[in-house]
Structures are given as C-alpha cells and as structure tokens.
C-alpha cells in the first residue's frame, strides 16, 4: 500500500491503482507512455500518480513501489525529472544513466525514454513544450530559434537547478491549495519556470541569452534607479518599479539582489534615508517627523533605527550637529 501521506499535486490525481490493465491504460492516455512492465514480483506495486498540464508546461508525480520498467517515444517537449526519494535507470536515445536526487539530465523531444523504477523511486517530472520554449529563447535574445539542443547527460545539481526546483516547489504548493490559482497567477510563474529551465541547464544557445540577460538586466535597474532618485519622496511599492521597467516584479527582484546584493525596496529606503539626512541638515525649521513624511516615510515606526542604521547617528543627532554650526 502506499504511504497515508500527501504527495506534491495530490490535488491533481492521476491514478491510485494496482490493476495493471488500469495502470497501462491511463500511463499511455495521461502521460503517453508506450509500453509498461512488471520485472519480477508485484511487492507492493501500487501506482500513486498525479498530473497537472497548463499550456506550456506539465508537471507529473509518480510512484510505483514495486520495480518496472515505463518506455516513452519521441514527444513534443523536453523533459526534465526531479527524484524526491530514491533512484532510477534512464537509456535516452541509445544511452543508459542512472538518476537520483542530486543527478539531473533534460531529455530532448526526438529520444526515446526507458525508466527502470526502483520499488523507492518518486519522481517529479517538468515537461515543456518545445515550441512554447523556443518561443521564449527567441523573446529573451532577439534572435530566431530552432532546432534548441541541450546537453543530455547526467550532471549535479547547480543553483540554477535549485532556483527551478523552488520555482515548480512554490507553483505545486499552490496548485495543491483548495482555493487554487488563478489563470492569471499561473501564467505568470509558468513563464518564469521557462526561462529558469533555459538558465539552469546547458544547451546551444546559453551563451548568448547570459549575455542578453545582463545586458537587458542592467538596462532595466538604471531605468528603475533612475525612477527611484527621481521620485524620492513618494512611497514607492515594488510593482510601480516593475511597471516602469516593463517587466515582471520576480525579474526586478532578481537583477537587483544578483547585480546590487540588495532588494529593490532596500535600495529605496537607502535612496529615502540619503535624502532624509540631507534634509535634515538644509531644513532645521522642519521637524524630524516632518522631513521624514517629506521623504516618502509614510510608515515611522520603524524610521529612527532604519536611519541610525543607515546613517550611524540617529536623526536628533544629525539636526543638533546642524544646529550647532548655526
């Protein structure tokens, strides 16, 4: 029997079965599956599946308990699987490896795939549409794509591939709430598990979306820095500066602590903090409260320590250093 525990997308059953008519029937209509097969014993065969498909992606769970054998023809996407538990033998094409929970290979659409299950083995698999991807590298570096090739062999996981997993962790994490996501949601962190899948595994093009990448990346924070020092004192919120920037909030986030080792909403507390203690010095008919409202701190509870962290002084003691060169 399998474990009474809930298992990623368990909100999107597939099949719960032991029959093994049932099980290849709905292993070749869900997941196109060619051929299924029992090695030796049935044990504890007793298939716990799960699926979910949006119109880029599909994201799988699957455990068998018991040992067999899955082949797949050639598909229209790229696959990538994650091990939760265990290990398993994988031939792609002509060429067999063995993956587990820190081995991780893209399996391309033209390559047949042989899965050889442990009875341990649980699995999260990524498909991405092939097309639906090289659409997207094309958007990311300007240029025509076809024929994307990846690089299939087994390799550890990297923090790209750790970005990703967290990615497809938060999104199923969210599938599996009652209240669901809506379509909105949902086509927003698929586009971003696109282009972290293009990030976090080698293929012909890399090269040129990383250089795309920090070119459009350092494009946009000036375009944000420059909204920031221009509007300093106004609240500003970290979807205005997305909107500005013409892309999503996740992406300005992300340039920043990459290329600034900071978040957006610290580099504009820092961008209030400068101007606060510059207003300090050049106003003294202002009170503190007063500046700090001028500034865009519509919030001053936690302002006096924001400033003396900032400044190394707290503001009563920028404006008696003022008042004492009066």
């Known amino acids: 029997m399998t474990r009474a525990i809930d298992r990623p997308l368990d909100a999107h059953p597939a099949l719960r079965s032991d029959a093994i008519g049932e099980i290849e029937h709905v292993l070749a209509d869900t997941y196109g599956a060619r051929r ?30 018991a040992r067999v054998n899955v082949e797949f023809p050639e598909a229209g996407f790229f696959r990538q699987q994650f091990s939760l538990r265990g290990g398993a033998d994988i031939t792609v094409g002509a060429k067999e490896r ?5 081995a991780f290979c893209v399996v391309p659409p033209d390559c047949r795939l042989l899965i050889k299950f442990r009875p341990e083995f649980e699995q999260l698999v990524l498909r991405i549409d092939k097309d639906k991807l090289e659409k997207k590298l094309s958007a990311l570096t300007g240029k025509a794509t ?16 750790s970005r990703l997993s967290r990615l497809l962790r938060h999104l199923i994490s969210e599938l599996d ?7 909105i949601e949902i086509a927003e962190i698929e586009q971003a598990i696109l282009v972290s899948f293009l990030q976090a595994n080698p293929h012909t093009n890399r090269s040129e979306l ?19 020092e221009a509007h300093w004192n106004e609240a500003l919120s970290l979807e205005a500066l997305s909107s500005v920037a013409s892309v999503g909030a996740r992406t300005i986030f992300h340039h920043f602590r990459k290329q600034r080792g900071k978040t957006p909403m610290q580099f504009v507390k820092e ?3 400068r101007h606060t203690r510059e207003m300090l010095r ?20 936690h302002f006096a320590a924001d ?20």
């Not at 063995?98 to 820190?102: A, D, L, V």
């Not at 076809?146 to 591939?161: C, E, K, T």
């Not at 709430?177 to 379509?183: N, P, S």
Request: charged letters at 20%.
């Open 98 to 102: 063995e993956i587990g929970t820190n």
């Open 177 to 183: 709430r009652q209240e669901g996501m809506t379509a």
């Open 271 to 273: 961008v209030h903090l």
């Open 146 to 161: 076809s024929q994307l090739a990846f690089d299939s062999s087994v390799r550890a996981g990297n923090a790209a591939l």
């Open 282 to 301: 050049k106003c003294p008919n202002l009170s503190i409260t007063e500046v700090a409202i001028s500034c865009g701190f519509g919030n001053l509870g």
């Open 210 to 228: 990383n250089r795309k990448s920090l070119a459009v990346g350092a494009r946009q924070l000036r375009i944000v820095e420059e909204y920031i």
């Open 36 to 65: 299924f097969e029992l090695v030796g014993t049935r044990g504890h065969l007793n298939v716990h599946a799960n699926h979910w498909q949006s119109g880029s992606i599909s994201l799988s769970f699957c455990h068998y308990g």
């Open 307 to 326: 400033y003396r962290r900032f400044c190394g002084e707290r503001p009563s003691e920028t404006r008696v250093g003022v008042d004492r060169h009066l």
